[in-house]
Each structure stands twice: as structure tokens, then as C-alpha cells.
T-cell receptor
Framework: NAGVTQTPKFRILKIGQSMTLQCTQD?????MYWYRQDPGMGLKLIYY???????DKGEVPNGYNVSRSTTEDFPLRLELAAPSQTSVYFC??????????????FGEGSRLTVL | GEDVEQSLFLSVREGDSSVINCTYT??????LYWYKQEPGAGLQLLTY?????DMKQDQRLTVLLNKKDKHLSLRIADTQTGDSAIYFC????????????FGIGTKLQVIP
């Protein structure tokens, strides 16, 4: 079972460049999330989606955009990369919202460095 | 999201018990979770407890919940080197995971 797949695993960007982090899940989950994890800072929610066509901002959305055209895919776009976006990015999905017993399934992460 | 606080670091000897503590502020969630993150990987669900329970045992894992004090703990019996990881508690409030805040996590180091 593939679960949640993220690509690329590693990327180095120059300041001002754009890129898209890809995320796909094969579990038919409605809910998908993007987190960033910085050293000593824990996980911060960037954007989330409760279903195809519906997205909303999380705690730290500035500098990012998302789309959810299908249930399976939830790409995260960085338009003008900045050093502050150097981080490890995790995509996750869940069948339910979590308050009623749902598990979050995480991808393996994408390590992004902006120089 | 709500606030979650955990101790940053715990070091134990192999074979000893580990206790990882978590305090939370939002008491509206039905379930509380423990996630484990091994080096270079994403988080994986370790165990969870229904909010009406005080304790849940799952093999070497014991979860204790004190709702009055909003305190959650994870005890790992006979800790092994493979238990070395970062442990996160999660308390999705009534709004679900989009409202949850994962804390910094507790890094467990197991000394052989």
C-alpha cells in the first residue's frame, strides 16, 4: 500500500524561485493537510482541505498556495521562495476530521532548502 | 489551535520504563492521540485514548488521561533502542485535525 506519497524528497531552491511539492494519497481520504516542521518548533499547519475543491488556511499560510482538484492530490506551491521557507514539509491525510477517532497518515517528508 | 506542552527531552536506559507527559488546553475532543516520529520519517499513530477513559493499555504502552488536570501521559515499559524517536501528543478539538496544534514533541533517547 502506497499511503501518502510526497515528491520530491529533497530540493534546493534559490531565493525567488517557485516550486510545487506534490502529495498524493490512495486511501480515498477526504481530509488532507500540509505541515511544516522546523527544528525546535514542532509542526505547524500551512493549509488543509476537507474535500475536492475545498481548501482553507492553517496557522502559517503566507507564501504558500494549494489546490485540491481531485480527492487524491493536494499540491503545495511556493511562489517566491524565501530563506524562511527552509523546512521539512509533511503532507498528511485522514478519513475523518480526527475528533471522532481518525488517524492522520503522513508522508515521508520533503526537505526544502532556500539559499 | 489549542496549546499542547510537552517536555523536550527524555533519556532512559534500555529496559527501563519511559514516561512522556503532555498537557493540553482544549477539552472538547473525543479522542487524544500519541504519534511517534522516527528519524527522517513522518509521524505515525502510536496509540490513542477515548476521552471517557482514564487508562488504556496496549502491549508495552500505557496511556493515562487526567481530564480534570488536562494531563495525558504515555508510559513505555521495557524501553528498547527502537523506541528512540520524537513523541507528539495531539488533541484535535471539536473541529478536528485542522484545529490541532502539535507541540514540539518529546525526544526520547534510549541508552543501550
Amino acid at each position: 500500500n502506497a499511503g501518502v506519497t510526497q515528491t520530491p524528497k529533497f530540493r534546493i531552491l534559490k531565493i525567488g524561485q517557485s516550486m510545487t511539492l506534490q502529495c498524493t494519497q490512495d486511501m480515498n481520504h477526504n481530509y488532507m493537510y500540509w505541515y511544516r516542521q522546523d527544528p525546535g518548533m514542532g509542526l505547524k499547519l500551512i493549509y488543509y482541505s476537507v474535500g475536492a475543491g475545498i481548501t482553507d488556511k492553517g496557522e502559517v499560510p503566507n507564501g504558500y498556495n494549494v489546490s485540491r482538484s481531485t480527492t487524491e492530490d493536494f499540491p503545495l506551491r511556493l511562489e517566491l521562495a524565501a530563506p524562511s521557507q527552509t523546512s521539512v514539509y509533511f503532507c498528511a491525510s485522514s478519513y475523518t476530521a480526527g475528533a471522532s477517532g481518525g488517524e492522520l497518515f503522513f508522508g515521508e517528508g520533503s526537505r526544502l532548502t532556500v539559499l | 489551535g489549542e496549546d499542547v506542552e510537552q517536555s523536550l527531552f527524555l533519556s532512559v536506559r534500555e529496559g527501563d520504563s519511559s514516561v512522556i507527559n503532555c498537557t493540553y488546553t482544549d477539552s472538547s475532543s473525543t479522542y487524544l492521540y500519541w504519534y511517534k516520529q522516527e528519524p527522517g520519517a513522518g509521524l505515525q499513530l502510536l496509540t490513542y485514548i477515548f476521552s471517557n477513559m482514564d487508562m488504556k493499555q496496549d502491549q508495552r504502552l500505557t496511556v493515562l488521561l487526567n481530564k480534570k488536570d488536562k494531563h495525558l501521559s504515555l508510559r513505555i515499559a521495557d524501553t528498547q533502542t527502537g523506541d528512540s524517536a520524537i513523541y507528539f501528543c495531539a488533541d484535535p478539538p471539536g473541529g478536528g485535525y485542522q484545529k490541532v496544534t502539535f507541540g514540539i514533541g518529546t525526544k526520547l533517547q534510549v541508552i543501550p
